[in-house]
């Protein structure tokens, strides 16, 4: 830089360059969900680009969780179920469409409501895909929108505790479909980890 070049010192209120979110998000927003980010961030001058991750909900999960379900009563009455009686190959594209189908109506709202976002559907685990994330573009903050998750939660286990010992930027947990003064005034599930 020369003596009369402008000097980049990370000021978000100098209109040059631009203040990157990464957004983890367990499904598609609202476009409530997306105002509400918006409004985040409304104060700063920056191009605020906000970098979706969406995990892809895993097959042989949904599989595994159907059948935990199944009372030990039910297991010993029933016939045996056999992983080859599920057609995995087709659960897991009908996850990779709806993980994908979630994304692009996440991207959409998000430009409806006046942001710059881009996106992807990772099949990493969502902490660490996070992480890698925040440090690809150099990320001023992550925001991490789930529905409740009490126990896991309570276990400190959830995405929000486990990316506050990994991340070294704010990490926000909001409530996914609760606007702020729900989340605020316990009618709702609450803000929970700030």
Not at 62 to 74: I, K, N, P, Q, Y
Not at 124 to 129: I, L, Q, S
């Amino acid at each position: 830089m020369t003596e009369n070049s402008p000097i980049d010192d990370g000021d978000i209120h100098d209109g040059q360059g631009t203040y990157d979110v990464v957004l983890l998000v367990e499904q598609a927003l609202t476009a409530g969900d997306a105002q509400q980010v918006r409004s985040l961030h409304s104060e700063i001058e920056d191009q605020v680009v906000y970098h979706v991750l969406l995990p892809l909900e895993d097959a042989a999960a949904r599989v595994e969780a159907s059948m935990g379900t199944l009372g030990a009563g039910d297991l010993m009455a029933a016939p045996a179920l056999t992983m080859n009686d599920v057609d995995l190959e087709s659960l897991r594209r009908e996850c990779e469409e709806t993980s994908s189908a979630d994304l692009q109506a996440t991207l959409a709202v998000l430009v409806a409501a006046g942001a710059q976002a881009d996106g992807k559907v990772t099949s990493e685990p969502p902490v660490d895909a996070l992480a890698a994330l925040v440090t690809a573009v150099d990320a001023r903050e992550a925001i991490i929108l789930t529905r409740p998750h009490v126990v896991a939660e309570f276990f400190h286990v959830d995405w929000t505790s486990r990316a506050r010992r990994k991340l070294g930027v704010p990490v926000l947990h909001l409530i996914e479909h609760e606007n702020f003064d729900e989340q605020a005034s316990g009618t709702g599930e609450g803000v929970t980890g700030l």
